[in-house]
């Protein structure tokens, strides 16, 4: 089944530790993005990849890093010096859209990650 | 700036009850796109329907119906006979067109309601 995969879906880190959160996807899609989600917040942009070995940031950048090496997989790095890392992360993918047609992202299950 | 604002931040009914929940948003473009998506417990995000700026019909889909008024910059989506299922977190979402951005345009996303029905 086509889809996009997220792993782990916990994740526990010491403070001042970088952690790596993978995010894989079987759907041919060109874009892919990465949201941080807060309690009772809505999803905030981190950063996005139109193609591979091409990224921007997003709207909250700082503090993390990410690579885009295959079409496939683009994994997202908290640094430590990302001073509030608690959060729920969201991976997603979607097709270009054309003539300036803007298609909808389809997203992966999630890794929770806790700062201990 | 764009802004996608969801006023209702819990609602709780009984099942079978209708539910409406309502989005605003403010954008200064011509060409857009709106989105609703469902988050369950599990919290993977589900995409629910996508709309362009420029097609004010309503859409029903089963029980999900949704409105789109230009004149009040709203898009709220109704359930009708609400089940236990549909109990989640829903989000609307606005992205802009660009012609120049290969397709690509970040999307923004309201602060969200949850959902509770009650058997």
């Known amino acids: 089944d086509g889809g996009i995969t997220q792993s782990p879906k916990y994740l526990f880190r010491k403070e001042g530790q970088n952690v790596t959160l993978s995010c894989e996807q079987n759907?041919?899609?060109?874009?892919m993005y990465w949201y941080r989600q807060d309690p009772g917040q809505g999803l905030r942009l981190i950063y996005y990849s139109q193609i591979v070995n091409d990224f921007q940031k997003g709207d909250i950048a700082e503090g993390y890093s990410v690579s885009r090496e295959k079409k496939e997989s683009f994994p997202l790095t908290v640094t430590s010096a990302q001073k509030n890392p608690t959060a729920f992360y969201l991976c997603?993918?979607?097709?270009?859209?054309?003539?300036?047609?803007?298609?909808?992202?389809?997203f992966g299950p999630g890794t929770r990650l806790t700062v201990l | 700036a764009q802004k996608v604002t969801q006023a209702q931040t819990e609602i709780s009914v009984v099942e079978k009850e209708d539910v409406t929940l309502d989005c605003v948003y403010e954008t200064r473009d011509t060409t857009y796109y709106l989105f609703w998506y469902k988050q369950p417990p599990s919290g993977e995000l589900v995409f629910l329907i996508r709309r362009n700026s420029f097609d004010e019909q309503n859409e029903i889909s089963g029980r999900y119906s949704w409105n789109f008024q230009k004149s009040t910059s709203s898009f709220n989506f109704t359930i009708t006979a609400s089940q236990v299922v549909d109990s989640a977190v829903y989000f609307c979402a606005l992205s802009e067109a660009n012609m120049f951005s290969g397709g690509y345009n970040k999307l923004i996303f309201g602060a969200g309601t949850r959902l509770a029905v009650h058997p």
């Open positions: 759907l041919n899609h060109d874009a």
């Open positions: 997603a993918s979607s097709i270009f859209g054309t003539s300036g047609g803007v298609n909808e992202q389809f």
